[in-house]
């Protein structure tokens, strides 16, 4: 889901660094100013942004993406994944369902940052929420922000002091009664206002179904299927915020 007019930048990264740490995950201190990128403007989650790298201005795309992994708790599960991505174009992958313990970044084979805030002693029955960001975007990383165990967001900084934002979600799944998932709407509501978040994504567990007369702006004309309760309450909150699904 995501708004309809978005804007991104370009990033050379070199490699991260581990860092751990609870709450607002601050990045290791670095100058991160984006140098290079000249301004961007998008309307798909895969768009283009305008690079400027001192001797001409081009395009490039900008693909961001989310993801049930089902389990990253073992390495070999993580590599699986590193592996499927290969030949892939990704820049930004929002992740759901990790089932990692512990919480913070870690550099991974090749370069790439993977953040990830999973169970702790604090909440044993965290499913684990994250992201996975490409080494050439890690510079301009300025912050990861904390809400919940299911709400997290990802902050890149822009030129002229303008930031891209990307909020993970992972709703809980019909087994939880709606308290718990009108809860969770609150939290997103909280993580765009205090960031005006380019992308909301992740995994809604919603069925929206197909699409009724006058919802084309914000669900498209090939829903299939029923709609469920979710499902409803998925379209409300995008419709609320200007969103699509």
């Known amino acids: 889901m995501e708004d309809k007019e978005k804007r991104g930048r370009k990033a050379h990264g070199q490699k991260g660094r581990k860092h751990q740490g609870p709450g607002d995950c601050r990045l290791p201190s670095r100058d991160i100013r984006c140098k290079s990128l000249y301004g961007v403007t998008q309307s798909k989650p895969i768009g283009t942004y305008v690079i400027d790298d001192g001797h001409k201005i081009g395009q490039t795309q900008l693909n961001i993406y989310t993801r049930n992994t089902r389990t990253l708790r073992t390495e070999e599960s993580l590599e699986s994944l590193l592996d499927e ?56 990383v300025r912050d990861m922000k904390y809400y919940s165990d299911r709400v997290i967001s990802l902050i890149v900084q822009l030129t002229g002091n303008k930031q891209l934002c990307v909020i993970q979600v992972y709703t809980p799944t019909s087994d939880y009664d709606d308290e718990k998932v009108e809860e969770l709407y609150e939290e997103v509501n909280k993580a765009i206002e205090d960031s005006k978040a380019e992308y909301t994504m992740g995994d809604f567990n919603a069925k929206i179904g197909k699409c009724l007369s006058g919802e084309e702006a914000i669900m498209g004309r090939f829903g299939v299927g029923e709609r469920n309760k979710r499902g409803d309450m998925l379209l409300e909150f995008a419709a609320q915020h200007g969103l699509i699904c």
């Open 85 to 140: 991505l290969k030949g892939f174009k990704w820049d930004i992958i929002g992740l759901c369902e990790t089932k990692r313990e512990g919480e913070g970044i870690e550099e991974l084979k090749g370069g790439a940052w993977l953040y990830n805030q999973g169970k702790t002693e604090a909440n044993k029955n965290a499913k684990g929420i994250g992201f996975l960001i490409h080494p050439k975007f890690i510079d301009y």
